[in-house]
């Protein structure tokens, strides 16, 4: 069993729908998440990072962590044709040397107009 | 700013040839890292430097020689590569403490590489 487990998708949505992305883990020991969105033959860009467990906004993206449940999710109001990449869950332990990230598969997004 | 830069974009290299990978970032991180991922899956760590030593070395095989010349700059060098190490090679920094309680990870645009 893989320690971050995340649908690789495809996930195709309508302009201006709500999509919801997730990704479920099993070590406890996880204490910081982040999501990033990758565009076709580019970086990883950085676009929510959160500690422990709660909500956190920004703009149309909403990230929620629920350490109970080892759940986290990615909220994108208003989705828009822009959206379309691969988004990574990654998350880490809270001393851990060189701050490795344990990434999840990536779920590819495509927003249609 | 959360800039990191990596040159150069794209470079295609024979199985003798020897080259660099480069990367800067200006934010005053202490750790950087050097990932490789392959067409859909997601970036595989490499290597860890944090206060320019290295701190992680993921079982790379040594064709793979990475470098921390200050705490500005990332190179990996590479020599002898076989085309199943053709990749994206994605450089990232963060900040980092003596703990280990890195913060926020920003990664560079990568260099594609292809191996002939």
């Known amino acids: 069993q893989k320690e971050v487990e995340q649908d690789p998708g495809p996930l195709s949505v309508p302009e201006g729908a709500i999509v919801s992305l997730n990704c479920t883990y099993s070590?406890?020991?996880?204490?910081?998440f982040m999501w990033y969105r990758q565009y076709s033959r580019k970086g990883p860009e950085l676009l929510m990072y959160t500690y422990s467990s709660g909500n956190k906004e920004d703009g149309r993206f909403t990230a929620q962590v629920d350490k109970s449940s080892k759940y986290i999710s990615l909220f994108i109001r208003d989705s828009q044709p822009s959206d379309s990449a691969t988004y990574l869950c990654a998350m880490r332990g809270f001393y851990n040397q060189g701050g490795k990230l344990i990434f999840g598969q990536g779920t590819e997004l495509s927003v249609k107009p | 700013d959360t800039e990191v830069t990596q040159t150069p974009k794209h470079l295609v290299m024979g199985m003798t040839n020897k080259k660099s990978l480069k990367c800067e970032q200006h934010m005053g991180h202490r750790a950087m890292y050097w990932y490789k991922q392959k067409a859909k899956k997601p970036p595989e760590l490499m290597f860890v430097?944090?206060?320019?030593?290295?701190?992680i070395n993921e079982s790379v095989p040594s064709r793979f020689s990475p470098e921390c010349p200050n705490s500005s700059l990332l190179n990996l060098h590479l020599h002898a590569l076989q085309p199943e190490d053709s990749a994206l090679y994605l450089c990232?920094?963060?900040?980092?403490?003596?703990?280990?309680?890195?913060?926020?990870?920003?990664f560079g645009p990568g260099t594609r590489l292809t191996v002939t």
């Open positions: 070590n406890s020991a996880f204490q910081y």
């Open positions: 990232a920094s963060s900040q980092d403490s003596p703990s280990g309680r890195a913060g926020e990870q920003y």
């Open positions: 430097y944090s206060y320019e030593k290295l701190s």
